[in-house]
């Protein structure tokens, strides 16, 4: 795959057992996390895969949303981006940066766009969830050697959040 203008951020939240999603949505309630997501992702693009998009249901304020679908009968909502292939949603994503001033784009899942962007990431943000819910969408394995981790807060439970969660922030080396 080839290199995108823009480096490539990743921001999951993973549980113990590497589930990121079940049912079509998230395993747990972590609204501690959301607000999290939100400021991490805030006025950068968000690419993602179809389901992912339909997960969250609409596109997110603030941010330029980029679904990858290689679905023609998908129509995405006003404001929200579609490329075809991965190929295709990275360049949509590299030219939403140039018109947004973003100086990263943010994969945000699932399980396929993060596999087949992780090879060409440079930083994880990776939510550690202290959970090993059921699950039908895993986080793909990855070597942490090629990785140094640049921080580290938590564990952290806020009052409405259903697991304890570590922030953990790597950059690869």
Same mark, same amino acid.
């Given at each position: ?10 921001? %999951? ?7 990121? #999603? %079940?049912? #079509? ?14 400021? /991490? ?7 993602? #895969? ?5 997960? /969250? ?43 947004? #001033? ?10 396929? %766009? ?5 090879? /060409? ?15 039908d969408v895993l986080f793909p394995a ?32």
């Open positions: 795959m080839s290199a995108t203008r823009h480096p490539l951020a990743l921001v %999951v939240a993973v549980s113990r057992n590497g589930v990121i #999603g %079940v049912g #079509g949505g998230l395993p747990w309630r972590l609204p501690s996390d959301l607000k999290r997501f939100r400021a /991490i992702t805030w006025g950068k693009p968000l690419l993602m #895969g179809r389901r992912t998009f339909s997960s /969250i249901g609409k596109p997110l304020p603030g941010r330029t949303s980029v679904v990858v679908s290689a679905d023609p009968a998908f129509a995405p909502p006003e404001g929200v981006l579609r490329g075809a292939s991965l190929a295709e949603g990275l360049a949509l994503a590299d030219d939403a940066a140039d018109a947004m #001033g973003a100086d990263a784009i943010m994969v945000i899942g699932g399980e396929r %766009v993060f596999r087949e962007t992780l090879p /060409i990431a440079r930083w994880l943000h990776l939510t550690e969830v202290d959970a090993a819910p059921e699950g990855f070597d942490r050697t090629q990785w140094r981790e640049t921080g580290r807060e938590g564990p952290i439970r806020g009052e409405k959040d259903e697991a304890a969660f570590t922030y953990v922030t790597l950059e690869r080396t």
